[in-house]
């Protein structure tokens, strides 16, 4: 007969989610992990499998934690005001914490972007890939702009966006304000 868990999975996998986006996969070993979740290997072993399956799962409580800005960016009916939003409700959790910056998705997206990780790499395509396509729609919204310009300027912030995330790591509040606006005044 199989032990009932004595820990919350939820509970565990937010713990080491926060791991993970601080220190990247590479970083993070099974004791920091064990110490972190506040179980043993032996139960990450029997719930994830091991240290990849605990990332994977990490990945997924990410992306429901984060659906809530992406709704609303979805949601939008402002076009490049509702992406500009969508910059600035990103970031603004780092704004309250000091130990924690940029975007878990994006620091995964480049941590391996060198590895042959196929489950990974698969979730941050799907990732990138539906913010791309949602970025389109709200510009797709201002029916002066042509398919290519949509396209270039889907692109362009796409890229702002991984920037945005990246500069979000290191960079003060004014400084992350002032980048986000330059990069809407230059559309």
Do not use: P
């Amino acid at each position: 007969m199989a032990r009932k868990k004595k820990y919350n999975e939820d509970e565990v996998i937010e713990k080491a989610m926060l791991l993970f986006w601080k220190n990247g996969y590479e970083t993070t070993s099974m004791q920091m992990l064990e110490q972190e979740m506040g179980i043993n290997k032996f139960s990450i072993y029997a719930s994830f499998g091991n240290k990849h399956g605990v990332f994977l799962e990490s990945l997924k409580h990410y992306k429901l934690k984060v659906n809530t800005v992406l709704e609303k960016f979805k949601k939008g009916t402002n076009g490049i005001a509702d992406i500009k939003q969508f910059f600035y409700d990103s970031v603004s959790s780092n704004f309250k914490s000091d130990h924690i910056k940029g975007c878990f998705v994006t620091n995964t997206y480049n941590e391996f972007s060198e590895k042959e990780d196929k489950c990974i790499k698969e979730q941050m395509n799907l990732f990138m890939d539906n913010l791309k396509s949602i970025i389109i729609e709200k510009l797709q919204m201002d029916t002066t702009k042509d398919k290519q310009t949509i396209t270039k300027q889907a692109n362009y912030l796409l890229l702002a966006k991984n920037g945005l995330a990246a500069a979000a790591r290191v960079n003060t509040k004014e400084e992350i304000e002032d980048y986000i606006e330059l990069i809407f005044k230059n559309l």
